[in-house]
């Protein structure tokens, strides 16, 4: 068994225009976890994450704030208590332009490594800012 509190563990705060705290609570690389990714993010006001295409299935739990989800060109409202599969093969974005912040966590069943997605979210950012 494994527990931790998700505010301990370390994250990478995600710079503009994708503004977002992102931890990686479980891993391959964090605490030998080999089944699953969970991902808590922080989608901070009047920021979004990155338009990218999804190399496997995720699923996400809306669990404060609200937004709109962008999934292959088609928007959706979000609100606390909404869950998203998303499949292999779609390009998703989650943006939060109101003033509160969007809270979600992501769980995949194929896992990363969890510096590879920091770096992977970070890169992406940066190229956005050149």
């Not at 605490?31 to 989608?43: T, Y």
């Not at 009047?46 to 060109?73: A, H, P, Q, W």
């Not at 979000?78 to 003033?99: M, W, Y």
């Amino acid at each position: 068994m494994k527990i931790k509190r998700v505010q301990e563990v370390e994250g990478v705060e995600v710079p503009k225009p994708f503004e977002r705290m992102v931890r990686v609570v479980f891993a391959p690389d964090q605490d030998g976890v080999e089944d699953l990714n969970l991902i808590s993010a922080v989608i901070y006001p009047k920021s979004s994450t990155d338009y990218r295409l999804r190399d496997r299935t995720e699923l996400i739990y809306i669990i404060s704030g609200r937004g709109m989800f962008v999934c292959n060109g088609n928007e959706f409202a979000l609100e606390p208590d909404t869950a998203i599969l998303v499949e292999r093969g779609d390009k998703i974005q989650l943006k939060n332009p109101g003033p509160e912040t969007l809270k979600l966590v992501s769980v995949y069943v194929q896992p990363f490594r969890a510096s590879d997605l920091y770096q992977t979210l970070v890169k992406s950012a940066q190229e956005m800012n050149k």
